[in-house]
């Protein structure tokens, strides 16, 4: 089944990593990737940046030069980046701007409102949130009103899925990823959100799932398979995601 993957990271040593609370993530470059996913019928997706690599971008660009034209960047910027700085990114293929609430690394929450109006403004890019969805209802009127907005790994917490729900209700986005890492029910959580939003749930492996208690694993795919009809699990596996990224 044809996949776009909306959540992996590359981790390439020949550019800055910083440790991260006490954490150094392996290495995990392009030629990982393309070994991990042999078997997966990727056909696109999208690079995430880690807390671990900050604001830089030069990894970033070199990656989605090898990965090709269907792949897409989410980058970490500081505010104060220029225009100029934007739109070079966007050429080069970034999307998206992430604000990782969870790990740090990026830049603060507080600046949400103005940057993530900026850069859609500006390039149409993203604004994606790492977040524990417990801490939604403290943003939830920031985030309604903005434009393009997306929440990783179903939002986390299982207390957090009533306010994540609400969201969705309203146009959010929200990645159906790292199901090793979230302390939620897993199966519950996909049916809510694709109840609430059909076009909302976008697939993603995590690679290589870091600090994840469980990485990415092929059953992940097959519990999406399992629990929708082959139309609604196309919808989650690749045409959401390739419509949120590339039209």
């Known amino acids: 089944m044809r996949l776009f993957d909306s959540h992996f990271h590359i981790i390439d040593f020949d550019f800055p990593i910083n440790e ?12 990982d990737y393309k070994t991990g996913t042999a ?12 807390s671990f690599q900050g604001f830089d971008q030069e990894y970033l660009v070199n990656a989605l030069k090898q990965m090709g034209p269907t ?32 790990r740090g690394g990026s830049e603060d929450l507080s600046k949400l409102d103005y940057f993530a109006r900026r ?14 969805s417990k801490e939604l209802p403290e943003i939830a009127s920031a985030i309604e009103k903005l434009p393009a907005i997306s929440i990783d790994h179903l939002g986390l917490s299982e207390e957090g899925l009533p306010h994540l729900l609400k969201l969705v209700d309203k146009g959010i986005q929200v990645k159906a990823t790292g199901f090793g890492r979230v302390e939620l029910n897993v199966e ?4 809510y959100i694709y109840e609430a939003n059909p076009d ?17 694993e092929y059953k992940d795919i097959e519990l999406i398979q399992q629990l929708f009809d082959q139309q609604a699990a196309d919808k989650i596996l690749y045409m959401n995601a390739f419509n949120w990224y590339f039209k």
């Open 71 to 102: 792949f897409c960047g989410v980058t970490q910027l500081p505010f104060t980046v220029t225009d100029e700085e934007i739109i070079h990114l966007h050429r080069h293929g970034v999307k998206a701007l992430r604000f990782n609430i969870k």
């Open 188 to 191: 519950n959580a996909l049916k």
């Open 39 to 50: 078997n997966l019928d990727v056909l696109g997706g999208a690079i995430v940046s880690g």
């Open 119 to 132: 850069v859609y403004d500006l390039v149409g890019w993203h604004s994606e949130l790492y977040i524990d």
């Open 200 to 216: 909302a749930l976008m697939f993603g492996t995590d690679l290589p799932s870091t600090r994840a208690k469980r990485p990415f």
């Open 20 to 31: 991260n609370q006490g954490y150094l993530p392996p290495s995990y470059v392009v030629e």
